[in-house]
């Protein structure tokens, strides 16, 4: 089976890890956010494409969810005494190495596509890894800042610094529409058995890369299921909420589904505490979806892929029929 994956961020990843599990001999492809990433320290950070590469690959900080296992911050410590910032983005020492490869391989004239393709030579994540385009698309919000004032300021200094506290009056992907998707990442969609939407963050992880002109219309043709990352009207973790308020949707199951859409999803996995959600067009089913442990997590990716292939199954069989019909 041919499994394509939109991810972002720490949900997405452990989603990712259990479909592993779920599915060993699956051919999976990660096609991940880059709308989080910003250049710091003259480097260029992507933070969910590492994230998925360091989770796969078994070098991420498993208590925080993000970063590198038994990381030191001696460099960050060093800049610090130096009076260069932004001292809220903690980068570690190890984390620092990926940044500089990446960058001097950037500098180089390398795509971004090749970049993650090298780095993940060396991780060995077992899936391959796309980042959502080659271009430069950084996801950018409206705030104002109680110490700054008025002002456009990029997601993660939004997201980090001030942890979402202050309303974002507007979030967008600043440079997706003038993006193209990534070699590989239309090839891969339209090759695909079916798609999943893990419970990543759905303004910011999944629908920046459904943003880049193209990608949302290739899934939108596959079987497509998606995981919600919200249970009984709160996100499992980080700040979702304050996203989805950012655009005028409200933090609940449905809502999230209704923000896909009916034309994109066709079936949705709610928890147990949303166990009533319907939607119109879209088949939803309940189960626990809180990722407790490697065996909760390959469960709740074992049932976004059964959903999958009986969704795919009966659109089979309805179009069996209807060309029996036709004759």
């Known amino acids: 089976m041919r499994i394509v994956a939109l991810a972002g961020g720490i949900g997405g990843a452990r989603f990712l890890r259990g479909l592993q599990a779920a599915a060993p001999e699956a051919e999976i492809t990660v096609i991940g956010n880059t709308g989080d990433d910003i250049s710091l320290f003259g480097l260029r950070v992507c933070p969910d494409l590492d994230t998925v590469m360091y989770t796969l690959g078994g070098g991420i900080n498993e208590e925080q969810g993000w970063g590198r296992a038994g990381e030191t911050f001696a460099v960050k410590e ?4 130096y009076g260069v910032g932004p001292g809220w983005f903690g980068l570690g020492d190890r984390d620092f190495a990926t940044h500089i490869v990446r960058t001097q391989m950037l500098e180089a004239g390398y795509k971004l596509s090749a ?23 950084e996801t950018h919000v409206v705030v104002d800042d109680p110490e700054r004032g008025r002002r456009a300021i990029h997601f993660q200094e939004w997201w980090v610094r001030l942890r979402a506290s202050v309303p974002a009056e507007s979030i967008a992907a600043v440079g997706a529409e003038d993006a193209k998707p990534a070699p590989g990442v ?75 859409g009916a034309d994109l999803l066709d079936g949705w996995l709610v928890d147990e505490a949303d166990a009533g959600v319907e939607v119109d067009g879209i088949e939803v089913r ?22 999958a292939r009986e969704l795919a199954a009966g659109a089979a069989g309805t179009a069996g029929a209807a060309g029996e019909d036709a004759r």
């Open 78 to 81: 060093e800049l610090g005494a």
């Open 115 to 137: 970049v993650t393709e090298a780095l993940c030579d060396r991780w060995k994540p077992g899936v391959r890894l796309i980042p959502m385009t080659d271009d430069q698309v």
């Open 186 to 260: 239309l090839a891969a969609i339209g090759d695909a058995d079916v798609v999943l939407l893990p419970p990543s963050n759905p303004v910011v992880s999944v629908g920046t890369i459904l943003a880049v002109p193209g990608v949302r219309d290739a899934v939108a043709a596959k079987t497509v299921v998606g995981v919600s990352p919200i249970i009984g009207g709160a996100p499992v973790r980080g700040m979702a909420d304050a996203c989805l308020t950012a655009i005028g949707v409200e933090t609940s199951a449905r809502a999230v589904a209704e923000y896909y």
């Open 286 to 307: 309940s189960r626990p979806l809180l990722m407790s442990d490697p065996d909760a997590t390959a469960a709740i990716a074992g049932a976004a892929l059964d959903l």
